[in-house]
């Protein structure tokens, strides 16, 4: 296979994981506001299995590049547009308006997932700033260390006063 279809093919593949994390967080959105904890671990799994393939997609694409101008393309991640225009020149012409749309295209679905995973960690962290004050209020109410007011009643055992005595005592030469 040509090395330009082989890159091609694994920027498709790429864009694929990259539209199924774009749905993922689309769907975790009302799985972070009133959905079922539950749901929202499954959802992240899948994420993680889908990022976990779509690394290793990303660095076999990286391992690919050398093929290209091995002295002018550097064998990293991303496609800047230097590195764009380098991989466009030599492609043969039947692939060069698919390569430069496929690349456009994956691009744009790069910034729009960082966009939707902005969103998704600040409802996320607005989320967890509420239950994290639900609980402080919840724990401040169940303090231990409260100070009632002693019981009153009939059958209330009278309050015991802590006497100095004890302490005048034991703080004295025998």
Known sequence: MDPYETYLDLLIQEEDQVDLLL???DEKRPAILNGPPDRLVAISQSENASIDLLTQLREDRRKSLPQFHPTRIAARPGLSLQRQDEILAGAPDRLKSLLRTTIRRY????????RFSRINNTLLADRMMV???????????MNPNVNYAPPTGPSARPERTR????????????
């Open 23 to 25: 749905a993922l967080a």
């Open 107 to 114: 691009e744009t679905k790069l910034l729009q997932l960082r």
């Open 131 to 141: 239950l994290r004050e639900t609980v402080e209020r919840i724990l401040t109410i």
């Open 163 to 174: 006497s100095a005595a004890p302490a005048l005592v034991l703080d004295q030469k025998v």
